[in-house]
């Protein structure tokens, strides 16, 4: 079955429609000071593409991935290479600049305060 151009702008309409939505309530609650309902609201809007798949009634079947055993390494290689590359520049850059390593998190404290402290 194909995506007609009505399915594809319902899609568009609801994924981008609703994810504005909820990040409008978003950003009212977090100036509120209600940061639980915030992060909630910004998690929620990350399925709105789900969402809109489904309301505009996109076929889903025929979409999926075929791994292949040859291709394990290539997926191991993409999730692990961005941490392991991370931790040899983190590595690196504190090697380099030892003085800047700042274990106790005096810096944090002083730029965030005793209320962002309390928030963390």
């Known amino acids: 079955m194909k995506t007609t151009s009505k399915q594809f702008k319902t899609y568009l309409i609801f994924a981008f429609g609703l994810a504005w939505i909820l990040q409008v309530l978003a950003s009212k609650f977090a100036k509120d000071g209600n940061i639980l309902i915030y992060q909630f609201l910004l998690l929620a809007t990350m399925f709105m593409p789900l969402l809109a798949t489904l309301i505009s009634k996109i076929p889903l079947k025929g979409m999926g991935w075929k791994i292949s055993k040859k291709d394990i390494k290539y997926i191991l290689f993409s999730?692990?290479?961005?941490?392991?590359?991370?931790?040899?520049?983190?590595?690196?850059?504190?090697?380099?600049?030892?003085?800047?390593?700042?274990?106790?998190?005096?810096?944090?404290?002083?730029?965030?305060?005793?209320?962002?402290?309390k928030q963390m």
Do not use: H, M, Q, R
Request: charge should be negative; avoid cysteine; hydrophobic fraction near 55%.
């Open 79 to 117: 999730l692990w290479s961005p941490a392991l590359l991370s931790l040899l520049g983190a590595g690196l850059f504190f090697l380099l600049f030892p003085y800047s390593f700042d274990s106790g998190f005096e810096t944090l404290t002083a730029i965030i305060g005793e209320v962002g402290i």
